[in-house]
């Protein structure tokens, strides 16, 4: 049965620190609702009520479309191993970018990876735990690095190229505000 939480304790914690994968939602309130994969060791507990996750350049750029619109962020992730659980974060999220004068405090949680656009922290409303009966067993193999060689091969100046050019909107043409000054 699902349980609610106004905060993450200390065992929810600690099993977000076991998961290698968790999962974003976001939606603009017309168009697409995103829903997406995440992993490479780049979430963050930072508090009770505070997370992080570490964003790399990819295809879109959806989730900080969607915060900037209206803030709702939703993260979850599901025990593929082990114990079943669901857990579910619920709040508004924040994306800070190099620019901001809140980066140098928060990238310092964080390995440093090729391809960093920016951090997605949510500002955890509510928790919530659900049973994961449905969720299948897999078996962890390790991260896939495509994501780590494409951007080492871009370096910094085709990075910024191509989050110039693909990263500016969301599919639904809601600005991400990567590229503006801090």
């Not at 190099?98 to 920016?118: E, M, N, V, Y």
């Not at 693909?166 to 599919?171: A, G, L, M, W």
Request: charged share 20%; glycine share 10%; aromatic share 10%.
């Amino acid at each position: 049965m699902a349980k609610f939480y106004s905060e993450l304790t200390p065992a929810l914690q600690a099993f977000i620190q076991k998961q290698q994968i968790f999962f974003t939602a976001s939606a603009p309130p017309q168009g697409r609702v995103n829903l997406s994969p995440k992993g490479m060791n780049t979430f963050r507990c930072l508090g009770k009520n505070e997370v992080a996750y570490l964003d790399l350049t990819g295809s879109g750029n959806e989730t900080s479309a969607h915060v900037a619109e209206n803030g709702r962020l939703t993260i979850m992730f599901c025990s593929f191993a082990g114990n079943p659980l669901i857990l579910r974060l619920y709040g508004q999220g924040a994306v800070i970018r190099p620019c901001d004068r809140t980066w140098s405090d928060k990238i310092k949680s964080f390995d440093a990876l090729p391809g960093t656009r920016q951090i997605v922290v949510l500002h955890i409303e509510s928790v919530q735990t659900s049973c994961g009966f449905g969720v299948p067993l897999y078996e962890y193999q390790g991260d896939r690095d495509q994501l780590i060689q494409w951007a080492t091969q871009k370096g910094e100046e085709g990075l910024r190229d191509y989050q110039a050019q693909k990263n500016q909107v969301s599919i639904d043409g809601y600005p991400t505000g990567l590229m503006a000054e801090g």
